[in-house]
């Protein structure tokens, strides 16, 4: 129990004298202490994280770390940096907190062994706030008041000898602020619910014990039956926090936020009234036992008693406080790892390449947006036809946009999934039927976010003189193009994406969205000579000032012919070069390895590599496969360092991204009203969240698959089954014009919704499979699997084919000839 002002510790002598002065933590003891607990956390030797953080502290970044400090990390990857630079930013906060804490008592005089050694070891910033309670300065409490009363010895009394009397003793303590009994003893019982309330350890074990034992509940408010439909399965509803998925969370604090729901925290379940109440005298039986309380039948047990009760009814209303931001705390970090999951398999989808490109945006009453952007992704022309009603100038919209296929050798078509989005997609096949000799490529890609980089500032920067509408065509143009390229240039939360992305904190997700471009951009590379400012922004150590200054360099000076040139940038200094020189790609320029990953200061080791190879200045013609790596290290480089350059001279500036591939929408099967029971259909996945992901099979309507209907095996995260932009076969379990809801699965077996036959008989699509039930696979049961199906219209998924796409798919990498650096090759993951 932490000992409150006027209480000492319980495993202290009453007299025992504060230490005095206090001794502070040096900073290397503070940092020694965090990199043990991060490298516990991560399961590495704490030298890697010491290292880590060293690097870190002297301006290095994750992806430069990741890739060209692998001997000094001990190949820590991208994803475990990640999580130590956010895990030290957490617990440099907690020490720092942990100072505060310390100095605040200290100046007290109150700071004691015990106490001292309590707050080193909080582990975390609520232990540490509990600590801290009773010494805070806070606004004058009933129990100072009563102190102030000279009511305290009362309290203690009775504490100590429950035999008194409480009325007959309370009758000694009265004064000008006493007047009588009544208030004596309120005062006392003052005192003592704010000690209760203020003993670190009673307050972390029920705060446990809550957080496994107790329900969270919510209720619908009266009057708001009707208006808050969407949050209908939270309106009489009960689980425990630990238990409580974070889409769950999220929904259920969105519902009190809009005023539909009520939510408290119950010790157990409300509906239960008997195990609520043994539930309840638990709690209370445990913060009678902090205080020294028993019931033996004395004269002031039952007032003690009763004072056990109304202090824990304090201490819960703080619990509840205190786990709801728990709550919320987890849900946020899950959503923001979702998000973040759901962009980076977005921005590395596979590109189309630098191919001619017609981009359509289209629309109904004001026509559909046309745009023509060349291989470099420049705009060289644009129009707008009405194709669709009211005009219906169909005839007129095919002869214009033959003409600009045929001015401009247009490749691909890339068609928005907006309104008209089918429509636009017949014209665009008439198109290609008319041209066969073009051998024309359609796709209907995302158009999220387009209408927010059209109004950019970036957008009339690049696309100076051009009206804003007509800017949404060339970005869909160019995102079938280069994806990464054209994505970062818009804010990610626009994106589409994530999962009650509006619903967390910004300066988080923002944090975590950036560190996930950055780390697509660094994985691909950047042409420095054709890059723009937007993405060569968001290059590891480049930032937005440089970026500008190397356009504006590449515009006086002409293109870069050598890595070594960005140097002469202004600003560019030695630690910005170091940071991103291997990131930025010089094609056909003077130096070879420019168009490589292999960082400028591996130079030398990839020209020893090359001879010993049989090759001279380029990686052409090398053989690679036979060379012993071992015979390369000394004391400047390692094995680590000699595996990543050998893997990328077998392909020079191999683009890690899939290779280009796309899915086809079934003819006739346009709206939700065309989708029967049954049905196997192409589709792409738009979104994947904590509860199944979102699949468009080309209705306007993204349906859901389940997690509980993505695998014959249990499933603990779908995005170890899909990925944002992957093509998928799922059959239609069940579709709801109505609600527009559609069920899907991945299990091509299962068999449609019970009783949907029977509405919808199912066009003939082979022979059904096993019946596949809601717990199939050891997912949960059936009435969770449908709460979270109807959660869609809740958890930030999209809006009608809110984000329909092409998708991607690697393509099987051949396997190395064998020898003894294709063997260490393979033994480290990069053949």
Same mark, same amino acid.
């Given at each position: 129990?932490?000992?409150?002002?006027?209480?000492?510790?319980?495993?202290?002598?009453?007299?025992?004298?504060?230490?005095?002065?206090?001794?502070?933590?040096?900073?290397?003891?503070?940092?020694?202490?965090?990199?043990?607990?991060?490298?516990?956390?991560?399961?590495?030797?704490?030298?890697?994280?010491?290292?880590?953080?060293?690097?870190?502290?002297?301006?290095?970044?994750?992806?430069?770390?990741?890739?060209?400090?692998?001997?000094?990390?001990?190949?820590?990857?991208?994803?475990?940096?990640?999580?130590?630079?956010?895990?030290?930013?957490?617990?440099?906060?907690?020490?720092?907190?942990?100072?505060?804490?310390?100095?605040?008592?200290?100046?007290?005089?109150?700071?004691?062994?015990?106490?001292?050694?309590?707050?080193?070891?909080?582990?975390?910033?609520?232990?540490?706030?509990?600590?801290?309670?009773?010494?805070?300065?806070?606004?004058?409490?009933?129990?100072?008041?009563?102190?102030?009363?000279?009511?305290?010895?009362?309290?203690?009394?009775?504490?100590?000898?429950?035999?008194?009397?409480?009325?007959?003793?309370?009758?000694?303590?009265?004064?000008?602020?006493?007047?009588?009994?009544?208030?004596?003893?309120?005062?006392?019982?003052?005192?003592?619910?704010?000690?209760?309330?203020?003993?670190?350890?009673?307050?972390?074990?029920?705060?446990?014990?809550?957080?496994?034992?107790?329900?969270?509940?919510?209720?619908?408010?009266?009057?708001?039956?009707?208006?808050?439909?969407?949050?209908?399965?939270?309106?009489?509803?009960?689980?425990?926090?630990?238990?409580?998925?974070?889409?769950?969370?999220?929904?259920?604090?969105?519902?009190?936020?809009?005023?539909?729901?009520?939510?408290?925290?119950?010790?157990?379940?409300?509906?239960?009234?008997?195990?609520?109440?043994?539930?309840?005298?638990?709690?209370?039986?445990?913060?009678?036992?902090?205080?020294?309380?028993?019931?033996?039948?004395?004269?002031?047990?039952?007032?003690?008693?009763?004072?056990?009760?109304?202090?824990?009814?304090?201490?819960?209303?703080?619990?509840?406080?205190?786990?709801?931001?728990?709550?919320?705390?987890?849900?946020?970090?899950?959503?923001?790892?979702?998000?973040?999951?759901?962009?980076?398999?977005?921005?590395?989808?596979?590109?189309?390449?630098?191919?001619?490109?017609?981009?359509?945006?289209?629309?109904?009453?004001?026509?559909?947006?046309?745009?023509?952007?060349?291989?470099?992704?420049?705009?060289?022309?644009?129009?707008?036809?009405?194709?669709?009603?009211?005009?219906?100038?169909?005839?007129?919209?095919?002869?214009?946009?033959?003409?600009?296929?045929?001015?401009?050798?247009?490749?691909?078509?890339?068609?928005?999934?907006?309104?008209?989005?089918?429509?636009?997609?017949?014209?665009?096949?008439?198109?290609?039927?008319?041209?066969?000799?073009?051998?024309?490529?359609?796709?209907?890609?995302?158009?999220?976010?387009?209408?927010?980089?059209?109004?950019?500032?970036?957008?009339?920067?690049?696309?100076?003189?051009?009206?804003?509408?007509?800017?949404?065509?060339?970005?869909?143009?160019?995102?079938?193009?280069?994806?990464?390229?054209?994505?970062?240039?818009?804010?990610?939360?626009?994106?589409?994406?994530?999962?009650?992305?509006?619903?967390?904190?910004?300066?988080?997700?923002?944090?975590?969205?950036?560190?996930?471009?950055?780390?697509?951009?660094?994985?691909?590379?950047?042409?420095?000579?054709?890059?723009?400012?937007?993405?060569?922004?968001?290059?590891?150590?480049?930032?937005?000032?440089?970026?500008?200054?190397?356009?504006?360099?590449?515009?006086?000076?002409?293109?870069?012919?050598?890595?070594?040139?960005?140097?002469?940038?202004?600003?560019?200094?030695?630690?910005?070069?170091?940071?991103?020189?291997?990131?930025?790609?010089?094609?056909?320029?003077?130096?070879?390895?420019?168009?490589?990953?292999?960082?400028?200061?591996?130079?030398?080791?990839?020209?020893?590599?090359?001879?010993?190879?049989?090759?001279?200045?380029?990686?052409?013609?090398?053989?690679?496969?036979?060379?012993?790596?071992?015979?390369?290290?000394?004391?400047?480089?390692?094995?680590?360092?000699?595996?990543?350059?050998?893997?990328?001279?077998?392909?020079?500036?191999?683009?890690?991204?899939?290779?280009?591939?796309?899915?086809?929408?079934?003819?006739?099967?346009?709206?939700?009203?065309?989708?029967?029971?049954?049905?196997?259909?192409?589709?792409?996945?738009?979104?994947?969240?904590?509860?199944?992901?979102?699949?468009?099979?080309?209705?306007?309507?993204?349906?859901?698959?389940?997690?509980?209907?993505?695998?014959?095996?249990?499933?603990?995260?779908?995005?170890?089954?899909?990925?944002?932009?992957?093509?998928?076969?799922?059959?239609?379990?069940?579709?709801?014009?109505?609600?527009?809801?559609?069920?899907?699965?991945?299990?091509?077996?299962?068999?449609?919704? *019970?009783?949907?036959?029977? =509405? &919808?008989?199912? /066009?003939?699509? +082979?022979? #059904? %499979? !096993?019946?596949?039930? $809601?717990?199939?696979?050891?997912?949960? *049961?059936?009435?969770?699997? =449908? &709460?979270?199906? /109807?959660?869609? +219209?809740? #958890? %930030? !998924?999209?809006?009608? $084919?809110?984000?329909?796409?092409?998708?991607?798919?690697?393509?099987? =990498?051949?396997?190395?000839?064998?020898?003894?650096? #294709?063997?260490?090759?393979?033994? $480290?993951?990069?053949?």
């Amino acid at each position: 129990m932490t000992p409150s002002p006027s209480q000492p510790v319980k495993s202290q002598p009453a007299k025992s004298q504060p230490a005095s002065p206090a001794p502070k933590s040096s900073p290397g003891q503070a940092t020694d202490r965090i990199c043990a607990q991060i490298a516990a956390e991560l399961g590495v030797a704490p030298w890697q994280v010491r290292a880590a953080v060293d690097l870190l502290d002297g301006g290095s970044t994750v992806p430069f770390i990741a890739r060209y400090r692998k001997e000094a990390t001990g190949t820590l990857d991208d994803t475990q940096l990640r999580e130590l630079d956010e895990r030290l930013r957490y617990l440099r906060e907690l020490e720092d907190r942990r100072q505060t804490v310390r100095d605040g008592i200290d100046a007290q005089g109150k700071l004691t062994p015990e106490l001292r050694a309590a707050i080193e070891a909080a582990e975390t910033k609520s232990r540490l706030e509990d600590i801290y309670l009773p010494y805070k300065s806070k606004r004058r409490t009933k129990a100072q008041i009563a102190r102030e009363a000279g009511l305290e010895p009362l309290a203690e009394s009775l504490l100590a000898n429950p035999t008194l009397d409480p009325e007959r003793t309370a009758g000694g303590y009265l004064n000008d602020a006493v007047p009588d009994a009544v208030e004596a003893l309120a005062g006392a019982r003052a005192i003592l619910i704010e000690r209760a309330g203020q003993d670190a350890d009673l307050l972390t074990a029920q705060r446990e014990r809550l957080w496994k034992q107790g329900r969270m509940r919510s209720q619908v408010k009266k009057g708001k039956e009707a208006e808050g439909q969407k949050f209908a399965d939270y309106f009489a509803f009960a689980q425990s926090p630990s238990g409580l998925p974070s889409h769950r969370v999220l929904a259920l604090l969105r519902g009190e936020k809009e005023g539909i729901l009520d939510l408290d925290l119950a010790e157990a379940d409300p509906a239960d009234a008997d195990a609520l109440a043994q539930a309840r005298q638990k709690y209370e039986r445990a913060v009678a036992a902090s205080l020294g309380i028993a019931d033996r039948g004395r004269p002031a047990d039952a007032w003690l008693l009763q004072t056990a009760q109304l202090a824990w009814r304090r201490i819960l209303a703080k619990l509840s406080l205190d786990l709801r931001v728990r709550l919320f705390t987890q849900a946020e970090t899950e959503a923001v790892r979702v998000f973040a999951a759901n962009l980076r398999d977005v921005l590395l989808a596979a590109p189309a390449g630098n191919r001619p490109t017609l981009g359509l945006d289209p629309g109904l009453r004001t026509g559909v947006k046309v745009a023509v952007v060349d291989g470099t992704g420049q705009s060289v022309a644009t129009d707008t036809i009405y194709p669709h009603a009211p005009a219906r100038k169909w005839d007129e919209a095919l002869s214009r946009l033959a003409a600009l296929v045929q001015r401009h050798g247009v490749e691909l078509i890339a068609i928005g999934n907006g309104t008209a989005s089918r429509e636009t997609d017949k014209l665009a096949t008439e198109l290609i039927r008319l041209l066969p000799q073009a051998n024309l490529q359609k796709l209907v890609v995302s158009e999220a976010g387009a209408s927010v980089y059209s109004a950019s500032a970036l957008a009339s920067a690049e696309l100076p003189g051009m009206d804003v509408s007509l800017r949404g065509a060339v970005s869909i143009a160019r995102r079938l193009q280069d994806p990464l390229a054209e994505l970062v240039k818009i804010d990610p939360k626009s994106i589409g994406v994530g999962q009650y992305q509006h619903d967390v904190g910004a300066a988080k997700l923002e944090r975590s969205l950036n560190a996930v471009i950055e780390d697509c951009v660094t994985a691909v590379g950047v042409d420095v000579n054709t890059a723009s400012p937007a993405l060569l922004t968001r290059v590891a150590g480049v930032g937005p000032l440089l970026s500008e200054n190397i356009v504006a360099y590449r515009n006086e000076n002409g293109p870069f012919a050598r890595r070594a040139d960005l140097k002469k940038v202004p600003r560019l200094g030695a630690k910005a070069f170091e940071q991103c020189a291997g990131f930025l790609r010089v094609t056909a320029g003077s130096e070879p390895l420019d168009a490589s990953s292999v960082h400028p200061e591996s130079y030398g080791l990839a020209r020893r590599i090359l001879t010993a190879a049989g090759a001279r200045m380029s990686p052409a013609g090398a053989d690679l496969d036979n060379l012993d790596p071992s015979a390369f290290v000394d004391e400047s480089v390692g094995l680590p360092t000699i595996l990543d350059v050998v893997a990328e001279m077998r392909k020079p500036g191999r683009d890690p991204r899939p290779a280009f591939r796309t899915a086809t929408f079934s003819d006739g099967v346009e709206k939700i009203s065309d989708l029967r029971p049954g049905m196997v259909l192409d589709g792409v996945v738009t979104n994947v969240a904590a509860f199944g992901a979102f699949v468009d099979v080309g209705v306007h309507q993204d349906g859901l698959v389940h997690i509980s209907a993505m695998s014959n095996t249990f499933v603990a995260d779908p995005h170890d089954v899909v990925k944002s932009g992957q093509v998928v076969k799922v059959k239609v379990i069940d579709a709801d014009p109505e609600r527009k809801r559609i069920s899907l699965t991945l299990r091509l077996d299962d068999d449609a919704a *019970p009783g949907a036959e029977k =509405a &919808r008989p199912a /066009r003939p699509s +082979g022979t #059904a %499979g !096993s019946s596949g039930s $809601a717990t199939r696979g050891g997912q949960r *049961p059936q009435q969770d699997r =449908a &709460r979270d199906n /109807r959660e869609r +219209g809740k #958890a %930030g !998924s999209p809006a009608p $084919a809110a984000n329909r796409r092409r998708a991607s798919a690697p393509v099987p =990498a051949k396997r190395p000839a064998e020898g003894p650096m #294709a063997e260490a090759l393979r033994r $480290a993951g990069l053949a």
